[in-house]
């Protein structure tokens, strides 16, 4: 077959990686590549409204993302550096919108994703923080006794103690909530952000501390 007329699949892809390490997988725009680092892709970013008003609080990689489409640019970084084919990008501790979001006052969509940002990924039940991976949702009333999947019904629970609650109360099962779990509102998004801020100094001065 003539070279010219190959398909695109077989042209090599670009790559990006984190200096003094192996490839990290992209996402959306950025390239796919091999991870060895997604601890450092998923560190918090803090996201500022146009404004420099605080409005969300996403992953390194979304973050990049945001920035290599022009949605974004850096007013923080951290002293990694991300590297693809053709430069290196600082990671960032603090990105800004560059035109003005509108942000309703209303809660966040219920998923769950933000039921572990709420619970801050520590389990409601005893108490010991875990990974994404290492998390479920707990119905506090199981669904079999008309338990529903709201906000006030659903926890970060660990798998342990998920298995030991079973189709039971936490009364029943001798276990006791953390917390009284409730939704997810601006003022809580607000709370986690001041949370999380206390271990990134960059974030301070836009936190209002």
């Not at 993302?65 to 053709?86: N, P």
């Not at 660990?158 to 009284?180: S, V």
Request: glycine share 4%.
């Amino acid at each position: 077959m003539d070279s010219r007329h190959k398909p695109n699949m077989l042209r090599p892809r670009p790559k990006i990686s984190v200096a003094g390490s192996h490839p990290l997988t992209g996402a959306s725009a950025l390239p796919e590549c091999a991870p060895r680092r997604p601890s450092l892709m998923q560190a918090p970013v803090l996201v500022l409204n146009a404004t420099f008003e605080p409005i969300n609080v996403t992953a390194v990689r979304r973050a990049l993302v945001l920035m290599l489409k022009g949605v974004a640019q850096a007013e923080e970084t951290q002293a990694s550096q991300v590297h693809s084919t053709s430069k290196a990008v600082p990671v960032p501790s603090v990105i800004r919108l560059l035109s003005y979001r509108h942000i309703p006052q209303q809660s966040r969509a219920l998923s769950r994703k933000n039921i572990l940002l709420r619970d801050r990924n520590i389990c409601q039940f005893c108490g010991r923080t875990f990974s994404t991976s290492e998390l479920t949702l707990d119905h506090v009333l199981p669904r079999s006794r008309g338990g529903r999947s709201s906000w006030e019904n659903l926890v970060a629970c660990c798998y342990e103690c998920n298995n030991r609650k079973g189709d039971r109360t936490p009364e029943e099962a001798g276990l006791q909530l953390a917390r009284r779990p409730r939704p997810f509102t601006l003022h809580t998004s607000r709370q986690l952000m001041r949370l999380i801020g206390h271990k990134d100094e960059k974030w301070r001065k836009y936190l209002f501390y």
